[in-house]
């Protein structure tokens, strides 16, 4: 047994025991916001306990994800997406985070985009809600857009084919520096407004990376947007499997 598979099997079980009674904690606090007679001091108490709590179980679930995926053991499980359903069930969820900043999102087809894919939703869900969170997080006016294109398709049967799609994510925040371009999908590294990378693991971008690239992906990459340094793209390429 190598030392990354010994590692992710100790992490896997650890992950266990301490998600289980956390998930107790998270059920009694949404169980306590429920109840009326409880003044505004005991609510907001209840959702410290309730935001702290969530925060340490996506701690747990990224450690242990990472762990997975360096020790190789991370399954991708494909099947068919509807990809229209999908993209606007990504939508819907940055949509309300970003009109809670008072900021615009919106997602737009660049291309014409096959109806349906086969692919790891799960995992997929995970890449596009990693970046376009980091985006909406670090803009405070402005938009911020997912924007996603067909680029080539590989003929494979008469039933199939592969297609890569590109899914690009514009936004008008702060931007980053070549040096911090350089530690973001590093594990634990985060940049920018100390306040902000409270709100983060520092996980999410380096397991974003690998996920892509254990996907068959070409990996994700940052470059300026063309507001003169203000702001930032992020682009991720993936290969499908395209249903005619």
Do not use: C
């Amino acid at each position: 047994m190598t030392n990354g598979t010994s590692k992710s099997d100790f992490l896997s079980s650890m992950s266990h025991e301490l998600r289980t009674p956390l998930n107790g904690i998270l059920g009694y606090t949404q169980i306590l916001a429920r109840d009326r007679t409880l003044n505004s001091t005991q609510n907001n108490s209840i959702q410290i306990i309730h935001e702290s709590g969530t925060h340490l179980l996506t701690l747990i679930n990224d450690v242990l994800d990472l762990a997975k995926i360096e020790a190789r053991r991370l399954d991708l499980n494909p099947e068919p997406v509807h990809l229209e359903s999908f993209l606007h069930g990504i939508e819907g969820i940055m949509k309300m985070r970003a009109e809670q900043k008072n900021i615009l999102f919106k997602y737009k087809a660049m291309s014409s985009l096959p109806a349906g894919i086969e692919a790891d939703e799960k995992r997929l869900r995970q890449v596009l809600l990693n970046l376009l969170g980091n985006s909406v997080k670090f803009t405070e006016k402005g938009h911020v857009y997912l924007l996603v294109t067909a680029l080539r398709e590989e003929s494979t049967d008469q039933n199939n084919k592969r297609v890569y799609l590109r899914f690009e994510i514009e936004d008008t925040g702060v931007g980053m520096t070549p040096e911090q371009l350089e530690k973001i999908f590093q594990p634990f590294e985060q940049v920018g407004d100390k306040a902000k990378q409270a709100e983060g693991t520092g996980l999410g971008l380096a397991i974003t990376q690998r996920l892509v690239e254990a996907m068959g992906g070409l990996g994700v990459s940052h470059y300026p947007t063309a507001s003169g340094g203000h702001g930032r793209g992020d682009s991720g390429e993936e290969p499908t499997w395209a249903r005619q």
